[in-house]
């Protein structure tokens, strides 16, 4: 990050009329709360500005819309925009390459000029102009310093869209991303008078019992290899239907087996619904780099959580991603 390029995506921001903003696919609380946030202030100074999404939004994340939009959040994400065929300024969040924007792509590079703000060690380059701070804890960490030095408002529900984008990003401030500045950010976002209880109980005490069975489901099903260091579980598209969850409720099984005493690389495979392409779920706990994992599938992340996809069939994939896994733990113990 330079501040030449930093400077550049705050002047689109201030110039571009109309806004298209692109959160990753299967999106986070990162990816949603950061865009979020951006809508939210940036339609405060008259701009035409809409959040474009791949699937619909989290149910635990739908209450930061505000209690008129928990059931589809239109006000702001739409699927179909009445806008210019060019929009002003097509804007990546949270986004590490290109293939996170899925069927969202030829649209994102419709816009006259496209940007992109994130905070991923694998980043790769696909936007007219990029904005990636590596040391930020989570994305919407970054877009609360963007906020600030356009000088723009932030009041409580954005507050309390960046307060989610940093808290789900960091675990709850367990992860080794987790800074000082990162608490000096948050200790901000309590001046603007989020109510960081009613948060946690709308985040993580609202699920749904889909949710839970899937859970069940894929906990009965993991698999630990490597003497006991990896744990993985397969979700099938049979899961999904016997469970009622949707894809997206999948969340957080991953980070439940990282969990696990004596695990080091935990791993969740998601079946897509053609079942042509697997959804790979990764996280670390010590030493472990997950994101040199993801990187031999084409994807990317952080050393401690990462994703990617690998096509074929989700038996193909848990072969493929176990071998890799198997040799990140050799690497760690030098053998």
């Known amino acids: 990050m330079t501040k030449k390029q930093k400077s550049e995506i705050l002047s689109l921001l201030k110039a571009s009329k109309t806004i298209l903003l692109f959160p990753h696919v299967q999106m986070d609380g990162d ?81 006259k000029k496209t940007g992109s703000i994130d905070h991923h060690v694998t980043h790769e380059v696909f936007a007219d102009h990029t904005f990636v701070n590596k040391d930020a804890a989570a994305t919407g960490e970054i877009i609360y ?20 984008a940093i808290v789900t990003d960091t675990g709850n401030f367990q992860y080794s991303n987790t800074t000082k500045n990162t608490h000096l950010v948050i200790t901000e976002l309590y001046d603007c008078g989020i109510d960081h209880t009613e948060i946690a109980v709308k985040l993580y005490q609202n699920m749904r019992p889909e949710k839970v069975k899937l859970t069940g489901i894929a906990l009965a099903g993991m698999e630990f290899f490597s003497e006991g260091k990896a744990c993985i579980t397969l979700i099938t598209q049979d899961d999904f239907k016997r469970s009622g969850a949707f894809f997206n ?52 992340g952080h050393e401690k959580a990462a994703g990617c996809t690998i096509e074929g069939s989700i038996e193909e994939a848990r072969i493929k991603i176990m071998e890799a896994a198997v040799k990140e733990l050799a690497r760690i113990s030098g053998k």
């Not at 702001?76 to 590490?96: G, M, W």
């Not at 963007?146 to 009041?155: A, C, F, N, P, T």
């Open 249 to 300: 409720e999948s969340e957080g099984i991953v980070e439940q087996l990282r969990n696990i005493s004596g695990v080091e690389i935990s791993i969740v495979l998601k079946e897509d619904k053609d079942k042509l392409k697997v959804k790979v779920g990764l996280r670390a706990k010590k030493e472990a780099n997950v994101a040199l994992i993801s990187q031999v599938f084409g994807g990317g």
């Open 145 to 164: 310093q963007v906020l600030k030095e356009m000088g723009l408002s932030i009041d409580k529900m954005t507050a309390e869209a960046l307060y989610v």
């Open 31 to 111: 990816s949603f709360g950061s865009s979020l946030a951006l809508c939210r202030a940036l339609r405060k100074e008259g701009k035409i500005v809409y959040i474009l999404l791949e699937e619909n939004i989290p149910k635990n994340l739908a209450f930061l819309c505000g209690a008129n939009c928990e059931d589809d959040c239109s006000e702001y994400c739409v699927e179909h925009i009445d806008l210019p065929e060019a929009p002003d300024f097509c804007l990546a969040i949270d986004c590490s390459d290109r293939g996170r924007l899925e069927s969202r792509t030829e649209l994102f590079f419709s816009g």
